[in-house]
């Protein structure tokens, strides 16, 4: 029987004034248009405006999920990949919750099936145990969103450098976090620090004062060091803009979890949750001069082509810091940044860019021209269907049933005696009972071969795409490589020469395969 297929449309603006070819009523008509074309009937229209990145700080988003879950829809469309999500992880989470439910989701700018993104999208799908992450992740933002949106500040381990908790209490004299104020014991550390660097000097220098005056640091270690002064001078609370999402936690492979920053555009503002300690005037003035300084040093840096993998793809495989780029007599060469040694131990080591450089760039190539990492997994899924032996067992079983409820109605029909026919009833609805759960097995079953074959599409789309971009990895330039090693995820670590392996490669997704080692053959 055929029934109308019912589609929800899903449009979303980053900002109320945007006002490009993505505008809402752009989007909606062409998702209208989409249906229209279709036959398809619009269930329900839903609209996020000047949202946030993350997927539980869109109301809508969650809204027309909450109806995928509950398959009150047949179709999901969206105007274009990027209005659903920008984050490959996200799409996986709401791609596979439809999957899920039996609801499908399409595009109308950007069929799945064709673009590279589309299939690298399809293949995110099967990151079964990412998406199961970000759920949990998603359940402790969720509390965390509820704070901030009633103007309670996040909680982390301790207060910013130079406050503390003031002394609240909820309803029942319990003591709550919710207002900041001066640290008598560190404000004026932050004070300095502001004052110091607006009148000229380095992030640098002042962290060797107060190291050599031994002033208390904001993670109690002895060691102050320039990253630390710049991200306080950042740090809008010391003006008394207490902003909520300025940072996300996330996991990157050989760096554990990293604190990466937010667009402005998501951070939330709190009021009156902390005084500030920082004239503006003198904040701005500090800001400016911090600028100034990373101006200098982009310019102390003569030859940045020189280091492929600056800016933190190369790391330190003791400490995890970034090495840095240095031109030595010997030429450039990366080695552990010295506050970062000091403070964990590191061995001195350092290995010449050119070398490193070159040998890294050739194993991702050499891993992507020959991605038998996914030909032997696409060869061993193919060679077993999971449900092959079940499908003819259970085929064999409702055969069995239905030829047996053959045979009872067949003696029904001949049956004069009222007693036996009540007790031949009975064995018939046995059956017919059994028969019901039987195909509701087979049901389940052809789900699960369903799964199999698709998890099969997403490795050959995955392996053309791979191969679509390999050919032309030859050609590639400076800005290019960069480029593909940022998608790639890419991070390197080094040890010293008496460590084995001297160098790792990891590539994101893991369907790249092991870590590349310093020694790389091809399968
Ligand atoms: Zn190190």
């Known amino acids: 029987m055929a029934q109308t297929n019912r589609a929800a449309l899903y449009t979303r603006v980053s900002s109320t004034g945007q006002e490009d ?6 989007q909606e008509a062409s998702c209208r248009a989409f249906a229209a074309e279709r036959g398809w009937e619009v269930a329900g229209v839903y609209t996020d405006v000047h949202t946030r990145v993350e997927l539980w700080e869109r109301p809508q988003l969650s809204a027309l999920r909450e109806t995928v879950r509950r398959h009150d829809v047949d179709t999901v469309i969206c105007y274009a990949i990027d209005r659903l999500s920008g984050d490959p992880v996200h799409l996986g989470v709401i791609l596979s919750e439809a999957d899920h439910a039996g609801v499908d989701v399409v595009f109308v700018s950007e069929p799945l099936d064709d673009s590279p993104e589309g299939q690298l999208i399809r293949f995110v799908r099967g990151y079964a145990a990412k998406i199961e992450h970000e759920k949990i992740k998603e359940r402790t933002m969720r509390g965390k969103l509820a704070r901030v949106q009633s103007g309670k500040p996040t909680v982390g381990p301790r207060p910013p450098y130079g406050y503390r908790w003031r002394d609240d209490r909820d309803q029942n004299g319990k003591p709550v976090k919710l207002r900041l104020e001066e640290n008598p014991e560190t404000a004026w550390v932050v004070r300095r620090i502001f004052s110091e660097i607006a009148s000229g000097s380095s992030a640098r220098k002042v962290a060797q004062r107060l190291t050599e005056e031994g002033v208390p640091t904001p993670t109690g270690r002895a060691l102050w060091i320039g ?10 609370t010391y003006t008394g803009h207490v902003t909520a999402w300025r940072w996300k936690k996330e ?27 920082v004239a503006p005037e003198v904040a701005t003035r500090a800001r400016a001069q911090l600028g100034r300084n990373k101006q200098q040093a982009v310019r102390n840096n003569p030859n940045p082509e020189a280091f492929l993998l600056r800016g933190g793809i190369v790391r330190c495989g003791y ?9 030595s007599r010997f030429g450039p060469l990366y080695r ?6 000091d403070r964990n131990g590191c061995p001195h080591f350092s290995i010449m860019a050119s070398i490193l450089d070159t040998a890294v760039w050739d194993g991702i190539r050499e891993r992507l021209t ?17 449900t092959r032996a079940d499908v003819t067992s259970l085929d064999r079983r409702i055969g069995e049933v239905t030829r047996r409820q053959r045979n009872l109605m067949t003696r029904l029909a001949d049956e004069d005696n009222a007693d036996v026919a009540a007790l031949i009833r009975a064995d018939v609805a046995a059956t ?23 998890a099969q599409e997403r490795l050959t789309e995955l392996d053309l795409w791979v191969r679509n971009v390999t050919a032309k990895l030859d050609e590639f330039d400076y800005a290019k490589r960069r480029l593909a090693l940022s998608e790639l995820g890419a991070t390197v670590r080094v040890w010293a020469t008496d460590h084995s392996p001297r160098w790792e490669v990891a590539l994101r997704p893991d369907a790249f395969g092991p870590p590349i080692v310093n020694t790389t053959t091809c399968g």
Do not use: F
Request: with cysteine; charged share 30%; glycine share 8%.
């Open 21 to 26: 070819n993505y505008s809402l009523q752009t």
């Open 227 to 236: 990253s630390t002064i710049s991200g306080m001078l950042k740090h809008p």
């Open 251 to 277: 996991k990157v492979k050989g760096r554990g979890v990293v604190n990466t920053s937010r667009p402005a555009s998501d951070h939330a503002s709190l009021p009156d949750v902390a005084p500030a300690l």
């Open 319 to 327: 400490c995890g810091g970034a090495l840095v780029g240095r031109n």
């Open 336 to 341: 552990c940044n010295t506050n970062h040694r």
């Open 370 to 386: 020959c991605p038998d990492v996914i030909a032997a997994e696409l060869h061993r899924l193919r060679a077993q269907d999971p």
């Open 432 to 454: 017919v009972d059994e028969q019901r759960r039987l195909e509701q097995e087979r049901v389940d079953l052809e789900r699960q071969r369903e799964g199999w074959r698709l």
